[in-house]
Structure formats: structure tokens, C-alpha cells
């Protein structure tokens, strides 16, 4: 079965609400509007729950089965925020919000599970239970931890749970995923370097922190290269550097600003500590001083492989057995569904966009067209991993 007739027959009207979305972006937790349609919408559909306000403002449909939802219970979930982008596209349902877009595709990742919702409540065509999750603030503001913590597995008795992303530079009706590592645990840290600051001119007097600190930067480079075994993967950016303000004083501070992204604890756990050592070391051998404040951010997002094998299964059924690469390597980015995947055993997917601008661009878009392949994917999920008898 490819995609499904009925969710292509119902693919224009789930356009229209990505649409309505990408109008009307809003940001980590203050997703009132979007949460707001999502839960009318469920409740139009017929779920058998919904409840509002978890993770402060996700959203849960339930839905059972024919049997009344003796069974397994699946969670299907999807993220709701925007980001502070100004959107440079003239399309015609471009973001009314100065400074705020839709510009990863969460606009089309909440159609999406809302069309899967409207699909499964009309046809109910398995034994179990859909949990429908759409949370808030997955750009950095760990909302998928918030319903998580809030206690959204154990309230909905959810047993597996499965998300997805759209790609672009993958072909529409595409998917790709990996077990094990998909995508990276994501660190920062703050380095403040206090030297002694003085007149240019009198060097000697000083202890330069503008020059210990860009011996930090250097060395910080080594141990990506130098620590960290060649056949895993660690990046170590330092992304801001900060000292001085005019052309004849030597600074007292300095400060770096940086992310880490690694894809196992044990790469995790050694970048932490060389960070530490090195920045200490650096600065000792100076006569300066470091504080060093790193602050662990998303964990790993993990694919457990029976279900990941599951949902490559799947999406092969989708888009065809052509159509899902299985060895995807992994990206350095961070993703906050990986909170759930800590919880309860699933999986984790790209879609295709075709061939749009990247993610977090300015000229973004969610394709429309990966619409029918994405609710298919759900509505086969549920179908599929909890079978009618
Ligand atoms: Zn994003
Ligand atoms: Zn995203």
C-alpha cells in the first residue's frame, strides 16, 4: 500500500492548516494559538480525549481502537513552535509576525499528526491506542522534556513512541533513518578568563587575557583531534570571543561562548572533562584565571532498532522499498524528542522536502507535497504496529 486514498483525499484541507500555522508563527512554550486549534480540532475529530496543558502548553489526542483500545499504546509526536526568523519569502501565507517564521517545518509536522488524528478517529481501523503528542518548544526550550517530566508516558500508558522530521535535499516521498544515534546531544559552555588587565604599551606588567584567551581557542581545537577516538564523532565550536573595547588597554576578562555535540555519553563525558582541563591548564601556565560553567542541553536522540526497523518497514510501505535509506549517518544537530526516546523504546525519521532551502533559513518552506507521505507514515504506524483482528 502506498499512500493511503482517504489521506490523499484529505491532503488539500491539511495544507490549509500548515498554512494557517505558517501565518501565524509563535515560539517555545507561548504556542497558544497553535495549541488552541490543535485541541478543537481534536476534538472535532471525535478523540477520545484530549487534554490540554501538558509540558505547559502540549496537547494530547486519544484514540482507540475498535475493540475500545484493548491493546497496545502507541505515541505519535509532533513539535508546534516557530523561531525568531524574519521570514524573506513573497509567498502568499508568509508569516504575519515580524521576526517570527515557521522556518523548520513544525507548521507541517503539526498538520500532519492533526490529519493522521482526523484520518484514525473517522476509520479506527486497529486494536489499541494512538496518542497523538503535540508539544511545545522544541527549539531549544526542551518542551519534549516538559511533558515528559509532566508525566505524559506514564499518564497515557504509552508503550512506544515515534517522530519525525522533514529533510530537505531528500526527494519528496523519501525517508531516511538509522538505528542508534540520529541525531546529537548538544552542550554549551561559558568561559570567563580574568587575566590583569593594563596599558598596552606595558605588557610585562599585565597578564594579556586577550592573548590567553585565544591560546584557550586553539587549544580547545585539540581535543576533537587529539582526545577523542578518530572512528567517533565530536564537534567543539567556539562560537563568541569577547575581550576589550579600544586600541591602547589590555583586558581584564575575556569570555567564549561555545556548543558541544557528541553522539554517545562516553564522547559526552570526555569532551566535559578535557574542556575543563585544558581551559584550567591554558590558563594556569598564563598566570590567568578561568571559570568555566558548561551546561548539558538535549541528550543523544537514540533509535531503538526494533523500532526502527518497524518504522523503516513502514515507510518503505509508503513510498516504496526504494524510498527509505536505512544507513542515514547521523547529524550533529540536537533534537528534543530524544527526552521521549529516554522514556519508552521508538524511533525517529526524516521525511523528504524535496528541494527547498535548509531548515532555520530564511527562505524555508514546508513542502506541501510531503503531506500525504508523512500521514500515511502515522496513519500505517498505528495500523500496522497494532493490527485489527
Ligand atoms: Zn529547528
Ligand atoms: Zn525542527
Known amino acids: 500500500m502506498p499512500v493511503i486514498n482517504r489521506v490523499a483525499a484529505l491532503s488539500d484541507e491539511i495544507a490549509e492548516w500548515r498554512r494557517d500555522f505558517h501565518q501565524n508563527p509563535e515560539l517555545l512554550f507561548d504556542v497558544h494559538r497553535t495549541a488552541g ?40 509526536r509532533a513539535d508546534m513552535d516557530a523561531l525568531p526568523i524574519e521570514e524573506d519569502t513573497d509567498l502568499p501565507y508568509k508569516s504575519k509576525v515580524p521576526g517570527r517564521m515557521h522556518a523548520c517545518g513544525h507548521d507541517g509536522h503539526t498538520a500532519m499528526l492533526l490529519g493522521a488524528a482526523k484520518y484514525l478517529a473517522e476509520t479506527r481501523n486497529f486494536d489499541g491506542t494512538a496518542v497523538l503528542i503535540f508539544q511545545p518548544a522544541e527549539e531549544g526550550g526542551g518542551g519534549g522534556d516538559a511533558m515528559v517530566k509532566d508525566g505524559l508516558m506514564e499518564r497515557f500508558g504509552v508503550q ?15 525517508f531516511a533513518i538509522r538505528p542508534g544515534p540520529m541525531m546529537a546531544a548538544a552542550d554549551r559552555f561559558d568561559i570567563v578568563i580574568e587575566g590583569k588587565g593594563g596599558h598596552a604599551a606595558r605588557p610585562h606588567e599585565c597578564v594579556d587575557t586577550l592573548l590567553v584567551a585565544t591560546h584557550v581557542v586553539n587549544a580547545l581545537q585539540s581535543i576533537v583531534a587529539r582526545n577523542v577516538d578518530p572512528l567517533e564523532s565530536a564537534v567543539v565550536s567556539v562560537c563568541s570571543f569577547k575581550a576589550g573595547d579600544t586600541y591602547n588597554v589590555i583586558p581584564q576578562t575575556a569570555t567564549l561562548m561555545g556548543t558541544v555535540r557528541t553522539l554517545t555519553e562516553a564522547v559526552r563525558d570526555l569532551c566535559e572533562a578535557r574542556i575543563k582541563a585544558v581551559v584550567e591548564a591554558v590558563c594556569a601556565v598564563h598566570g590567568a584565571r578561568a571559570q568555566i560553567d558548561y551546561r548539558r542541553g538535549y541528550p543523544v536522540t537514540f533509535n531503538h532498532p526494533e523500532q526502527t526497523a518497524f518504522m523503516a518497514r513502514v515507510a518503505a510501505e509508503v ?30 525519521i526524516f521525511l523528504g522536502n524535496g528541494d527547498t532551502a535548509g531548515v532555520h533559513h530564511p527562505k524555508y518552506d514546508f ?23
Open 37 to 76: 486549534i490543535v485541541a478543537e480540532k481534536l476534538r472535532a475529530f471525535g478523540c477520545d480525549e484530549v487534554v490540554t496543558g501538558i509540558g505547559r502548553t502540549g496537547v494530547v489526542g486519544v484514540i482507540k481502537g475498535k475493540r475500545g483500545g484493548s491493546g497496545r499504546t502507541i505515541g505519535l
Open 160 to 174: 512506544e513512541v515515534y517522530g519525525l522530521h522533514n529533510m530537505p535535499g531528500i526527494p519528496i516521498g523519501s
Open 319 to 348: 513510498g516504496g522499498d526504494q524510498a527509505v535509506d536505512t544507513g542515514v549517518p547521523p547529524l550533529m544537530g540536537a533534537e528534543d524528542f530524544s527526552y521521549m526516546l529516554e522514556q519508552r523504546p521508538g524511533a525517529y
Open 367 to 389: 513542502n506541501d507535497a510531503a503531506i500525504p507521505y508523512g500521514v500515511s507514515l502515522w496513519a500505517r504506524i498505528v495500523e500496522t504496529g497494532m493490527p485489527a483482528r
